[in-house]
């Protein structure tokens, strides 16, 4: 049997897209919890990010007011978290869950007038290339903007933590908000802009799934996403470019599913859905064992409120 | 000027007045959504509040909604007030469920008074065998157990997928996705003629009378309660923590199977795909919304019950989708905890006297 070289190149690439939406949010929620928020939401941000995108684009025509449009509106909805949890002071975990649920609600709401209307096509980079370099063609060219942009970013967003001063001043919140108060810093709005962040990477998270990955607006079409994403959180021990590493997993877990049925490998499909989320669990597992290495990567103030009494 | 003063201590009249403020605000603000929608907001809201529960009918499906919210919440509130964060209770649920259904499918066509017991039990297994897996994980791994508990909620409902397409399915059922009818002796009783109100609202009772009892009057309850307010208290007072933990998720999943188990032995009697509208997830409203007080569970479960009905009741008449029904259940959240800041805070009016 000969292997067209060429068809490994697509899987990979097929496996890369599916990694796309996971690291695009899980990379949002990473500052957001680097600052010290833990905002269980970015189902709901993902969602409303997916049918803003999607409306925008069937409304105006116009792919770019679509995925900034997308992406203004997972701001808009972090908005609601940031001011409950930063300025009413709310249990982050309860706010979180709210806003997945009215997330999904109002997606749905909106999405009524969009079920069924097909997609338009996302211009792609380098199409022209695809064929030159075996194997790596179809893997490095033939994509849109948004997916170079997600590989590129854990990348970025390991150095704005580790070499810029608002990235020092990021973990310093997340660490100790009281020394970083002491210190002259307004830790209610550093934290307030490391969760718009957050929002806007859900929201291009789900603008991706709409408007490129499956180009169409289906009801719940994040489909438990948005958890795997918090979950890869976790996974990469607040390191983007571990969140990479997670992300190819879980998207190569969504591919092989696809190909597995297509062999005829005979696994009840079931099964092959559930994969990801029994990888996830029994990752969990197997880092969270070590409760000291946890605690020493983990952001001190994670999930904690914090008020200045003035 | 306003002027934001903090509370000495909090204050218990506001504690339990911040539930009705909530869903006044949601009220307000879903009248506003519908406005905007250009629906007229107060015949949307009539619709959607007070036409489902107009007549005895729909009395009986308010409380047929409300049984499971209200028996899941109620075993919820032991994990929420001792400080753990089980948020899979849709999957406890629907576990609970497949097992009682397998149960129920072993005595197909038999009849006798042991197999309702028995069916029943196994459900409250079933889902606590389910809640015990993020509940070891936490205590002997150090898992998160919001992330590990929510997983498992999908993995639940592609066993149940697995099971009503394929080993379980109705051999005479057209390759419908669901199992056979269980017998009349493996389902609850119907409580009136007509209505699809059944005996599972006496399980539901019964839990919030136990749970009551177990809070205010045990030594557990008041162990709980000191976990919730501060672990390092209880761990000086030589609470055995872990053993805790996994007592409340198996409380939890017990309830949450027993609402599964309800929802399959009541009015369908068979297992088929769809057998939770997310109860497990809406019942983690019902329980913040009651204060995580037995009684005022049963009000919360009743209320958001009727964001159920509303939303089928709108669905038919204006033709608003039925997930308005989540938005109104996510902003009853939003509201209940911002309103909770009156808690803790005192706003002051403060003349503008020179």
């Known amino acids: ?310 | 000027m306003i002027k934001i003063v903090k509370r000495d201590q909090p204050s218990r009249a506001i504690f339990f007045f911040t539930p009705v403020l909530a869903i006044f605000l949601t009220l307000v603000a879903g009248g506003l959504i519908f406005f905007i929608l250009g629906f007229k907001p107060f015949e949307a809201l009539k619709f959607f509040f007070i036409v489902p529960i107009a007549d005895k009918y729909g009395f009986s499906e308010l409380l047929l909604k409300a049984t499971p919210l209200c028996l899941i919440a109620i075993g919820l509130s032991f994990c929420f007030k001792s400080n753990n964060w089980n948020i899979g209770a849709e999957g406890q649920l629907t576990f609970g469920a497949i097992v009682s259904g397998g149960v129920a499918l072993l005595f197909y066509e038999q009849e006798g008074f042991y197999i309702l017991p028995i069916v029943i039990l196994a459900g409250a297994i079933g889902g606590m065998l389910y809640a015990s897996i993020p509940a070891i994980l936490k205590t002997y791994f150090n898992t998160n157990e919001i992330l590990v508990s929510l997983m498992l909620v999908y993995v639940s409902k592609l066993i149940l997928d697995y099971l009503v397409v394929g080993p379980w399915s109705n051999p005479e059922g057209f390759n419908f996705p669901e199992t056979r009818q269980f017998s009349d002796s493996a389902k609850l009783p119907l409580l009136f003629e007509g209505l699809r109100i059944h005996a599972g609202i006496f399980l539901a009772l019964a839990a919030v009378v136990i749970s009551w009892f177990v809070f205010y009057k045990t030594y557990l309850g008041f162990q709980m309660k000191v976990s919730g307010f501060s672990l390092k208290t209880a761990k000086y007072a030589g609470y055995k923590g872990k053993k805790m933990i996994i007592l409340v998720f198996l409380i939890s999943g017990a309830c949450a199977g027993l609402a599964g188990v309800g929802e399959i032995t009541g009015p369908i009697g068979q297992l088929h795909r769809e057998i939770s509208p997310d109860y497990g997830f809406t019942a983690i409203i019902v329980a913040f919304l009651g204060r995580l007080h037995p009684v005022g569970i049963i009000f919360a479960s009743l209320v958001v019950a009727i964001t159920y009905l509303g939303a089928e009741t709108a669905q038919i008449f204006m033709q608003i989708p039925k997930y308005t029904g989540q938005v109104f259940q996510g902003m009853i959240l939003f509201f209940l905890l911002a309103s909770d800041y009156l808690l803790f805070f005192k706003i002051k009016f403060i003349g503008s006297k020179k």
């Not at chain 1, 603008?207 to 289906?218: F, K, N, V």
């Not at chain 1, 877990?253 to 005829?264: E, K």
């Open chain 1, 1 to 310: 049997m000969i292997i067209d070289i060429n068809f490994i190149g697509l899987i990979i690439a097929s496996i890369m897209a599916s990694a796309v939406p996971l690291i695009l949010a899980s990379c949002g929620e990473l500052i957001t919890e680097r600052s010290g928020v833990l905002n269980l939401g970015v189902e709901g941000m993902m969602i409303i990010g997916a049918i803003s995108g999607f409306a925008l684009m069937t409304v105006t025509g116009s792919l770019i007011i679509a995925v900034f449009g997308a992406m203004l509106a997972g701001v808009l909805i972090s908005t609601i978290f940031a001011f409950l949890t930063q300025t009413l002071i709310t249990n982050h975990v309860a706010t979180g869950l709210a806003l997945t649920i009215f997330g999904i609600g109002i997606s749905a709401m909106i999405g009524k007038n969009f079920v069924g209307i097909p997609g338009k096509e996302f211009p792609v980079l380098f199409e022209g290339l695809k064929d030159t370099i075996p194997l790596f063609g179809p893997i490095l060219f033939g994509h849109s903007i948004v997916f170079y942009f997600a590989f590129a970013l854990p990348f970025i967003t390991s150095y704005f933590l580790k070499k810029t001063k608002i990235g020092l001043i990021v973990r310093a919140v997340g660490d100790s908000p009281e020394s970083a108060s002491n210190q002259g810093i307004n830790v209610r709005l550093v934290r307030y802009a490391c969760i718009l962040y957050g929002g806007a990477m859900s929201g291009l998270a789900g603008a991706y799934l709409s408007m490129i990955y499956t180009p169409q607006w289906i009801e719940n079409m994040t489909g438990g996403r948005g958890w795997i994403a918090l979950a890869l959180v976790v996974f990469s021990t607040w390191n983007p470019i571990k969140i990479l590493i997670g992300a190819m997993i879980f998207g190569g877990l969504t591919i092989i599913q696809f190909h597995m049925q297509a062999i005829g490998v005979r696994i009840p499909v079931q099964f092959l859905t559930a994969l990801p989320y029994i990888v996830t669990i029994i990752v969990l597992v197997v880092i969270s064992r070590d409760s000291r290495k946890i605690r020493l990567s983990t952001p001190s103030s994670l999930g904690k409120s914090f008020h200045k009494d003035n």
